[in-house]
């Protein structure tokens, strides 16, 4: 029998050829990875709240606590509302949700500010959201501050003669408070580089284990076709790895790129370094998609086993939760998922502007996640063609 | 009615028979949702996350600033992991992404506060890591206020004010934040309690539609139509019954977890809870069903629906990011979710202890998204009739 001169690319062109044809494989290596991250920027789109309703309940009524009040109205954060005349009918609005929060103001606020003695205002902030109780005590710390300061400087210590002096009353030591990286403190700079990442993978992962399914399907649970082109593993890896790296390169191109600009998401990357990154982070994933895909056997079985992976792998990838508070053993398994890295590595190019001897680390251990999976998936084809071979024989 | 009952059962049992025979379908029931509670359960332990790597650059080195980053050190979210000189070594060590902020205290810092030259101190937080960053921040935020303050008191304390008169003075207006429900602001709470259920109820619409369209894959769906004399919610109900069960079981152990061994907090009780639990249940056994109706005979599309709507669910439900926040049709789009409506009941019963007129929307949609495959059993039927199974 003549050998085949280029077994790769017999490989390449039939699985591409399948793809192709096989509209639910191309859902997810297409449509998924262009639309979703669309879908995904636009939820977080709006990055953070702002003008969140709160109802102010004032013992008080001086012409101080009125003061305190159109202070905090004025922020960007919380709005007030509605002022109610007690605390049952301020949480009736609370329950009803139509504010998230209740700034109480004593009523004995401006007496005991006149008396130099503390007074407490309380904030009581809904928990539907972690977000609120961020935002509104933020709005209202700071405005505390700021009357805490004048206060200080112009009614205790009424001594300043110049304006020089005041403003060394008023900040003895100055700090200054900077957010690196993400500078607006926005929710979808956060967290949409590392989800673009974990969809790479996972439409990965969908779409390769749903051409092996079909294989399994088409070929009586053979992954490969009875075909004198598929007897060399190597090539049928790399041939079959091949396509769907390729595709995904460019959908990560696309991310990265595209995606990116579109929504004003961080881009401090430069090109050749995201596709320095990516071709690792997508080697690997595509040949554990090939690994893991081994243990299906019908192409829809794959939908049940990847698809809900995702959510557990954002956590573990210590981007959302931070990754010094995971315990050693979640460590170890995230260990074993491309996504891990690659979302760190990917936000710390993009949105830090990392270099790519900063990533060190990462790309390190993708590299040896891609040799280690290439070498799963090897030994999954060797014997694959191995009981084909078999199976021929016994016919 | 007798035979109905009869059919259900026969269709109980086949449905009991063909479980057994796909192990993947067996492991995404019971080892996936128990997993993920050990996964989240273990993963969130501390509740908040604390002891937060961050870097110290102390340009100045004087007792004055030692005292200050002793007392930073003992604060709840930070530990200073390194401590330099060197602004650069620490901003490398932060794209490294070994630490999450940076506390600069600048040369002369003690020199210009003691003469009265306001010195500035500056913290750097690397908000690309959202959470570790909204912690460290408010530390080193309190802290660096704390400082000024601190040169005030001495001031005063050497021109002989009392305390009470220094605090008068420093802090006249004290913020009291009460964050409701859950006062130690643990994570853990609210999000484990988001993040498990709702990867069960993931698991749910995803198995519905995988065991409808299973029928249809193998060629049976003519043999189950017949087995249920061509009553709809005959054979609706004898298929789903054991998913059902089982995964109401499995709900209810979550809820026994965490509101008795872990002692989340639950204001309304723990069988309510049970209840909203089975709600819930029923609620995404119809959400799968209704995918599964929208591509009658097409398992693949009716499952790639659910795992694209499902996964997405999880923003929907606004926890970390408030729905009240989206663009308005994403407002909108929440409300289809069975999540969301689980998530506003968990919170405003379990978390507020409010009284259940409060959720009464939410009650009501989950049994309107359950109960709405019945108005569309007539494309159900005719699936079962005259649609093949379609790759």
């Not at chain 1, 995904?40 to 305190?68: G, K």
């Not at chain 1, 109480?104 to 503390?118: D, V």
């Not at chain 2, 802090?171 to 709470?189: A, C, D, F, K, T």
């Not at chain 2, 009553?231 to 995964?247: C, D, E, H, R, S």
């Amino acid at each position: 029998m003549r050998k085949p001169k280029f077994p790769i690319l017999h490989v390449w062109l039939d699985e591409l050829s399948e793809i192709v044809k096989d509209e639910g494989i191309l859902i997810f290596i297409i449509l998924l990875p262009l639309a979703y991250p669309l879908l995904y920027a636009m939820i977080y789109n709006t990055e953070t709240q702002r003008q969140l309703p709160i109802c102010v309940v004032d013992d008080n009524m001086s012409d101080r606590s009125r003061d305190f009040i159109r202070r905090i109205d004025a922020t960007p954060e919380v709005k007030i509302a509605t002022h109610c005349t007690n605390m049952e009918e301020a949480k009736e609005l609370m329950r009803q949700r139509r504010v998230y929060g209740i700034l109480h103001i004593p009523r004995e606020f401006n007496e005991r500010l006149w008396r130099g003695q503390q007074t407490v205002v309380g904030l009581y902030s809904d928990l539907t959201s972690m977000l609120y109780y961020k935002v509104e005590y933020l709005a209202v710390i700071n405005v505390a501050q700021e009357l805490n300061r004048n206060i200080k400087v112009l009614e205790r210590q009424g001594n300043a003669t110049t304006a020089r002096e005041e403003s060394v009353a008023r900040w003895p030591i100055r700090f200054e408070e900077v957010k690196l990286y993400n500078s607006a403190g926005g929710f979808a700079a956060f967290l949409i580089p590392p989800v673009l990442m974990l969809i790479l993978q996972q439409a990965l992962c969908l779409g390769v284990g749903m051409s092996m399914g079909r294989s399994r399907e088409h070929f009586r649970g053979l992954v490969i076709p009875p075909n004198k082109h598929y007897k060399n593993a190597l090539a049928v890896v790399l041939g079959k790895g091949l396509v769907h790296f390729l595709i995904f390169l460019l959908m990560g191109i696309y991310m990265s790129v595209c995606v990116t600009r579109w929504f004003g998401l961080p881009n401090l990357g430069h090109f050749w370094e995201i596709v320095g990154f990516l071709v690792p982070y997508l080697a690997a994933s595509t040949f554990m998609a090939m690994f893991w895909s081994s243990f299906i056997y019908r192409r829809e079985d794959c939908i049940l086993l990847f698809v809900f992976m995702s959510i557990p792998l954002l956590f573990l990838s210590g981007v959302s939760w931070p990754g010094a508070s995971i315990p050693p053993f979640w460590q170890a398994v995230a260990g074993i998922f491309p996504s891990t890295y690659g979302a760190n590595a990917y936000v710390r190019i993009q949105s830090m502007g990392a270099s790519m001897g900063d990533c060190h680390y990462e790309l390190t251990r993708l590299w040896i996640l891609t040799g280690v999976y290439f070498l799963l998936s090897w030994f999954v084809y060797l014997f694959e063609i191995r009981r084909s071979v078999g199976r021929t024989i016994l016919k | 009615m007798l035979k109905a009952l009869n059919n259900i059962w026969k269709i109980t049992k086949r449905e009991l028979r063909a479980f057994s025979r796909r192990p993947i379908f067996l492991m995404i029931m019971f080892v996936a949702p128990l997993g993920f509670l050990w996964l989240f359960t273990s993963l969130m332990d501390a509740g908040l996350p604390t002891k937060l790597p961050a870097a110290l650059v102390d340009e100045d080195d004087t007792h004055v600033t030692r005292q200050l980053t002793r007392i930073l050190g003992t604060m709840q979210e930070t530990n200073f992991v390194i401590t330099t000189k060197s602004f650069t070594e620490a901003r490398q060590a932060m794209q490294r992404g070994e630490i999450y902020a940076i506390f600069r205290i600048p040369k002369g810092t003690t020199e210009a506060a003691l003469t009265q030259r306001q010195p500035v101190i500056s913290f750097y937080t690397n908000d690309t890591y959202y959470v570790a960053a909204s912690l460290l921040m408010k530390d080193m935020r309190k802290m660096s206020e704390m400082a000024g303050l601190a040169m005030t008191r001495a001031t005063m304390r050497a021109r002989g004010f009392r305390d009470d008169q220094i605090m008068g003075t420093l802090q006249p207006i004290v913020i009291e934040s009460h964050p409701l429900g859950n006062p130690h602001l643990n994570y853990s709470v609210v999000l484990t309690n988001l993040i498990v259920p709702g990867l069960l109820m993931l698991v749910i619409m995803l198995t519905t539609s995988y065991s409808f369209g299973n029928e249809w894959k193998r060629g049976q769906q003519k043999h189950l139509y017949e087995m249920g004399n061509g009553n709809m919610v005959a054979i609706v109900t004898g298929k789903l019954l054991p998913q059902t069960v089982i995964y109401t079981i499995l709900f209810w152990l979550f809820d026994i977890i965490f509101y008795n061994y872990l002692e989340f907090p639950c204001a309304c009780g723990i069988p309510r809870m049970m209840l909203w639990g089975f709600l819930a249940v029923l609620a995404s056994q119809g959400f799968g069903l209704l995918m599964f109706i929208a591509f009658p005979g097409q398992m693949r599309m009716a499952m790639s629906a659910c795992s694209l709507l499902g996964v997405m669910q999880f923003s929907l439900a606004g926890f970390s990011f408030p729905v009240s926040a989206m663009d308005l049709p994403f407002q909108w789009l929440a409300n289809i979710f069975p999540l969301h409506h689980y998530f506003v009941t968990y919170v405003n019963q379990a978390l507020n202890g409010y009284a259940i007129h409060y959720v009464w929307t939410s009650v009501v949609a989950l049994m309107v998204i359950f109960l709405l495959p019945q108005l569309f059993f007539w494309r159900l039927r005719d699936a079962f009739l005259h649609k093949d199974y379609k790759e």
